[in-house]
């Protein structure tokens, strides 16, 4: 029996790409392969406010790992060594892990991901690619600074949602160990260390990307 390699042609890949945009930015379900962190922990009463509260971090979350995914398939596009591309890859996966689960908690909480999520999707993406394009040494530093900025805006979160909602807190607790890991491997595989002004430009445009997905 004789087996036939499909090569992929460049409209191939476009299309491959937009639906996986598509899928990423608009569903409100990803696959997961491990376990909801937060799923036997016991579900508690919420006010309307606290739910909205709740909601709109979770919200953000969601986002976020939207422009995670984004981030790190446009990284790995134009990756030149083959480690760093698995490695962006691999991370990849594990956000989309993130993705599922924050999704899970946004219908639990009576609540919708953000209808910006296209856009955050298409222009994290364009980010990634811009990033990787200097070279590996900088596609791992965009990692780093991206990576501590998440564990940052985590502890926010963890601390700000509402008190005894410990299943969104597993949940986040899960992923800022996650984020921990890929900024410690990225470091470790010779990430270099981004010059300024581009950690405040990207501390800036998380913080309208927070604002805007906290409210729609």
């Given at each position: ?45 919420l006010?309307?406010?606290q ?7 979770m ?9 995670a ?14 480690a760093?591309?698995?490695h ?14 924050c ?9 919708k ?19 990787g ?7 791992l ?34 992923m ?30 998380s ?8 409210r729609?």
């Open positions: 029996m004789t087996t036939t390699l499909r090569h992929y042609t460049p409209l191939d890949r476009f299309l491959s790409g937009f639906n996986h945009a598509l899928t990423t930015s608009l569903a409100d379900h990803a696959h997961a392969e491990r376990a909801n962190p937060g799923r036997d922990i016991p579900e508690v009463e006010d309307e406010a739910r909205r509260h709740a909601a709109g971090l919200r953000i979350n969601h986002t976020g790992e939207v422009c995914q984004a981030l790190y398939l446009g990284q790995a596009a134009v990756a030149r060594d083959p760093t591309r698995e962006l890859l691999r991370a990849a996966q594990e956000e989309t892990d993130h993705l599922a689960w999704a899970d908690r946004l219908r639990e909480l009576d609540a991901p953000s209808i910006a999520n296209l856009f955050w999707y298409a222009s994290s993406f364009a980010i990634g690619a811009g990033a394009i200097r070279g590996d040494g900088w596609n530093g965009f990692v780093v600074e991206t990576e501590r900025q998440v564990e940052a805006h985590l502890d926010e979160h963890m601390e700000s949602l509402p008190e005894g909602d410990e299943r969104s807190r597993a949940i986040l607790r899960v800022k160990d996650d984020e921990v890991r890929h900024a410690d491997n990225a470091q470790a595989a010779g990430a270099r260390v981004l010059p300024p002004p581009i950690p405040s430009v990207m501390r800036f445009m913080r309208v990307m927070k604002t805007v997905a906290y729609i």
